[in-house]
């Protein structure tokens, strides 16, 4: 390992793969809990392996199931699936700077982009290491895929996952990226008010409308970014 | 598997790669207007906020509490005490599990 200021991308690519590995783990449960989910609402393995495999985007994909799970259809999936990932806009385009190349291989740099990797990868003032972003995501590619595939298959061979607490992973693990997120920024207010907004729906409306209609609490951001900009 | 789930799950994966690829291709070096910028900056807040009560307090279409709700509850302090990742999901897991056990 060479100690120069400036790392190499090889060595950046490596040091995003260590930096990924808990949450590739975590992601690895995760994904595991997605699969046998995506099989109970009727996906087969095939389906719910190809679904990690091409979109690659836990909270998405959980919505997706979620939905279905309550008796939604596909055009809420589809939507909240769209709604949960639009934060990937944002976080897009702060990359966008620190990538190279034409719009082909641009495009293709940013399906790297999730949560995890994006917030490590930031290195302040706008720029982000492009290749620890690489690396800290492929990791958690593998295992995402992986997981995804054990539980898809050998889900039934798998005691009761409610009886082993599997079905805390995935709230766990989005709580703990939320509260990272609250921990830079006034988003406390807006995701209080997207959990009593959802659990006041909860029994009222139909399926999926409790976490899309949740999204209302953000229109905070008209006025908040002004002030703070 | 119906071709209603494959039409969900090419849908989902279509979307999803349209966002990611907007940022790097369309904004490259410009800013989102800034009352977007807002407004999207706290999305992922308010839904993922959603998606774990909703999970964590009710079943279904009605408001419950169970096992999993103290899990995540104790993963939540632990998150806000600086746990990790691994450590903050392990406690839900063990603490949801246990508490099913003896119940």
């Known amino acids: 390992m060479s100690s120069s200021?400036?790392?190499?991308?090889?060595?950046?690519?490596?040091?995003g793969l260590r930096a990924g590995v808990p949450f590739a783990i975590a992601g690895g449960l995760l994904?595991?809990?997605?699969?046998?989910?995506?099989?109970?609402?009727?996906f087969s393995a095939l389906g719910a392996i190809v679904m990690s495999a091409i979109v690659?985007?836990?909270s998405a994909q959980f919505a997706v199931v979620s939905i279905l799970a309550g008796g939604g259809g596909a055009g809420a999936a589809i939507l909240a699936a769209a709604l949960m990932?639009?934060?990937f806009l944002p976080m897009g385009a702060a990359l966008a700077p620190s990538?190279?190349?034409?719009?082909l291989k641009r495009a293709a740099q940013g399906q790297t982009v999730v949560d995890a990797s994006w917030a490590m990868a930031n290195r302040g003032e706008g720029r982000f290491d492009r290749h620890f972003l690489f690396g800290a995501t492929s990791v958690q590619y593998v295992t995402w895929f992986s997981g995804t595939a054990i539980g898809a298959l050998g889900g039934s061979a798998l005691p009761d996952p409610e009886t082993l607490g599997l079905d805390a992973i995935f709230p766990a693990f989005f709580l703990g990226l939320l509260i990272a997120e609250l921990r830079d920024g006034h988003a406390g207010a807006v995701a209080l008010a997207g959990a009593l907004i959802a659990l006041a729906l909860v029994p009222v409306a139909p399926a999926g409308v409790p976490v899309l209609a949740a999204s209302i609490a953000a229109l905070a951001g008209l006025r908040r970014r002004r002030s703070a900009s | 598997m119906s071709s209603e789930l494959w039409l969900i799950v090419a849908g989902t994966a279509v979307v999803t790669a349209v966002i990611k690829a907007t940022g790097p291709i369309a904004l490259g070096g410009r800013e989102l207007p800034p009352r977007a910028a807002g407004v999207i900056g706290l999305l992922a807040s308010a839904l993922l906020a959603a998606l774990i009560v909703t999970e964590a307090f009710a079943?279904?279409?009605?408001?419950?509490l169970g096992p999993q709700t103290a899990g995540v509850v104790v993963a939540g302090i632990a998150f806000?005490?600086?746990a990790s990742i691994l450590v903050g999901v392990g406690l839900a897991v063990v603490v949801t599990a246990l508490l099913r056990a003896v119940s």
Do not use: C, H
């Open chain 1, 56 to 58: 690659f985007a836990g």
């Open chain 1, 99 to 103: 990538l190279s190349g034409g719009w």
């Open chain 2, 80 to 82: 806000a005490r600086g």
């Open chain 1, 31 to 42: 994904s595991l809990t997605f699969g046998v989910l995506a099989r109970e609402v009727g």
């Open chain 2, 59 to 64: 079943d279904g279409d009605r408001l419950a």
């Open chain 1, 5 to 15: 200021p400036q790392p190499t991308p090889r060595e950046s690519y490596r040091t």
């Open chain 1, 85 to 87: 990932n639009s934060r």
